[in-house]
């Protein structure tokens, strides 16, 4: 089957492209335990401003929040909790000292320690940004309303309580680092040049000026609804070295302070071990570590260490100068918790008092978005498997191929990556690579095609115009580098080209389908023999699990009105389908990490 001049219509309109799921939640494709109860809204969960509530449902097009996003606002905003002693002291802040403009505002929320655990693709970013985004534009209508009631001079500029930024945000690389500001950026208001303040090179604000809905092409002139991001770049000596910073009014500049940076840990590690900049690190607030597993372990863990050092010493300020405590925000899809020096461990040890949100599809085998179980085949060349792969991409879904569909394929290198690309370009099949070693600007053009492809399950039957070919692409072939944290909407299927070699890659790589409630993902494996020990455990846990989900079917239709609601809970809780015990294969996991690393 030809793979020209069959695609169906890719919607133009970046609205549609870029605006996540507006699911119906009757739909058989929808993962049920995706959203947060039908009767929990972003307004009954705690979301305060109106301005964030606005762009939440009309820029983000979101209906309600997910079960992670309503149980982690909670946290996060101490809403679960009756304060204790310890907050109260966080809380006991001089406001007036910090607000430059003798502004009063709420008392700050009080600052937990909050680590979040969910499955790929549940809504964590949103988990931490929601919260994030309602507190900095909370405070800045407060200070607006503060100014507009005192008789300070007009023009007096208006000052958030903190002279650097409100928050860091920090993940492992610069895609991540990307993503995130793209998920950001709705919520920001204005245009993106008035929000990203600081893109860090490349040319990601145009990107986005390209992508983003034309209702985020508007100036916003009121600064108390403008949230501004930077992305910090890594070689800095000194934190005025950042542009950002330098320019913040707070710091003898001009500009209002930049609300949110996104960096990784390797910029920002270098600062943090240097007394003199003790001020910086006591003036953030929040700090959030993004795919905390990882950047807690192998060749990250060092520069995120100096980091909550850095953090550490200014928090000691916290009695002398009446700085709020840091509050830091863990935030993860898989959290290995086997041995004392599991990152979860380390957590704990760490992080004792931390309030844990965990749900209990994590490290579940199969994700929910996984509509069907893994295909597993086991081929030991690369041949064999490169023609499977074509024969499947050859065949419609129809007959269980993967004709139509939007596609990720992943192989264990670089080289992998450019022989299938190659392959599969030499046999009239259109595919993208996408890897370390293609330059930022053609990865972020790839990985643009590829997203705006519209998979036959995705189109619409009234859409029969085709896929422009020269825009859009139905198969990114891809290293681990595309493992963590991409959001793809509608990728259809997942193929391990050459298996993972290590079970937290695995759930990573298949959590790239269907995502955000869709459960529309598929998965199919390669692998050869010496690595079947492993692929059993898997394999074992699904199994497992699909066995626990038909038990749960049957019990809920049997379930007894009288029945005990503890007698029927746990059921649920028995940690089977989990893929713990394959967690203790920490070798593959760490030389899995270092490649990962010098790719990134
Ligand atoms: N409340 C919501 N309603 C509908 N869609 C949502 C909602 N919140 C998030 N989404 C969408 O769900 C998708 C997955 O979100 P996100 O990338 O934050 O997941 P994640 O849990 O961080 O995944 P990963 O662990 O793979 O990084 C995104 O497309 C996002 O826009």
Request: with cysteine; aromatic share 6%.
């Amino acid at each position: 089957m030809s793979w020209t001049n069959t695609r169906r219509f890719l919607s133009s309109s970046a609205e549609e492209t870029t605006t996540p799921n507006q699911n119906d939640n009757n739909n058989d494709n929808n993962d049920d335990s995706f959203f947060a109860e039908s009767t929990t809204s972003f307004e009954s969960m705690g979301v305060q401003s109106s301005v964030l509530l606005d762009r939440i449902h009309n820029q983000l097009g979101l209906q309600r929040p997910t079960q992670i996003q309503a149980r982690s606002f909670a946290a996060i905003r101490g809403l679960d909790q009756k304060p204790t002693d310890d907050d109260n002291q966080d809380d006991n802040v001089d406001v007036e000292n910090l607000v430059d403009n003798g502004a009063a505002q709420p008392p700050p929320a009080p600052r937990r320690d909050v680590t979040i655990g969910a499955e790929t693709g549940s809504g964590k970013s949103y988990a931490y940004l929601i919260p994030l985004f309602d507190s900095i534009l909370q405070e800045k209508a407060a200070v607006a309303a503060a100014k507009a009631s005192s008789t300070t001079d007009a023009s007096t500029p208006l000052l958030p309580s903190y002279d650097y930024a409100r928050a860091i945000i920090l993940v492992p690389n610069k895609e991540l680092v990307h993503q995130v500001v793209r998920m950001a950026a709705p919520l920001c208001g204005g245009t993106i040049r008035q929000s990203l303040v600081w893109g860090g090179g490349g040319n990601l604000i145009e990107q986005l000026e390209a992508t983003l809905p034309a209702s985020h092409h508007k100036e916003e002139t009121d600064p108390s609804r403008l949230v501004r991001m930077a992305i910090m770049p890594g070689g800095l000596n000194d934190p005025l070295d950042f542009k950002p910073f330098r320019d913040s009014v707070g710091l003898g500049g001009k500009d209002a302070p930049v609300d949110i940076v996104i960096t990784t840990p390797a910029a920002l590690g270098p600062l943090a071990l240097k007394p003199k900049h003790v001020g910086m690190f006591a003036d953030i607030g929040t700090l959030v570590i993004d795919e905390a597993d990882m950047l807690l372990d192998g060749g990250y863990i060092r520069a995120l260490e100096n980091v909550l050092m850095g953090f550490r010493r200014a928090d000691k300020l916290q009695t002398d100068l009446a700085v709020a405590k840091t509050q830091h925000i863990f935030c993860a899809a898989t959290l290995p918790d086997t041995g004392l020096k599991s990152v979860d461990a380390y957590l704990q040890r760490k992080f004792p008092f931390a309030t844990r949100i965990q749900l209990d599809n994590m490290h579940n085998a199969k994700h929910s978005g996984l509509s069907q179980p893994t295909q597993w085949i086991q081929s030991e060349t690369k041949r064999e498997r490169l023609d499977k792969l074509v024969q499947l991409l050859e065949t419609p879904s129809i007959n269980d191929g993967l004709y139509g569909e939007k596609v990720m394929v992943f192989v264990n290198s670089v080289e992998d990556v450019d022989g299938v690309h190659q392959a599969l370009v030499q046999r009239g099949i259109p595919a993208v690579p996408y890897h370390a070693k293609v330059s930022p600007q053609d990865r972020a053009k790839n990985l643009e095609r590829f997203r705006q492809y519209k998979s036959s399950l995705q189109s619409l039957d009234n859409k029969e115009e085709e896929n422009d070919p020269s825009a859009t692409v139905p198969i990114m072939v891809c290293t681990d580098l595309a493992s963590r944290g991409l959001d793809v909407p509608g990728v259809t299927a997942v193929v391990q080209l050459q298996f993972s070699g290590n079970v937290v890659s695995h759930l990573h790589r298949m959590g790239r389908c269907g995502r955000a409630g869709q459960r529309t993902g598929r998965g199919i494996v390669f692998y050869e023999e010496r690595e079947t020990d492993l692929v059993d455990v898997v394999r074992e846990a699904e199994e497992q699990q699909e066995r626990m989900k038909l038990e749960q079917d049957v019990d809920e239709s049997n379930r007894d009105d009288d029945m005990d609601s503890g007698e029927a809970d746990a059921v649920t809780t028995v940690e089977i389908g989990k893929v713990k015990k394959a967690f203790s294969r920490k070798r593959g996991f760490t030389k899995k990490r270092k490649k990962l690393m010098r790719e990134g």
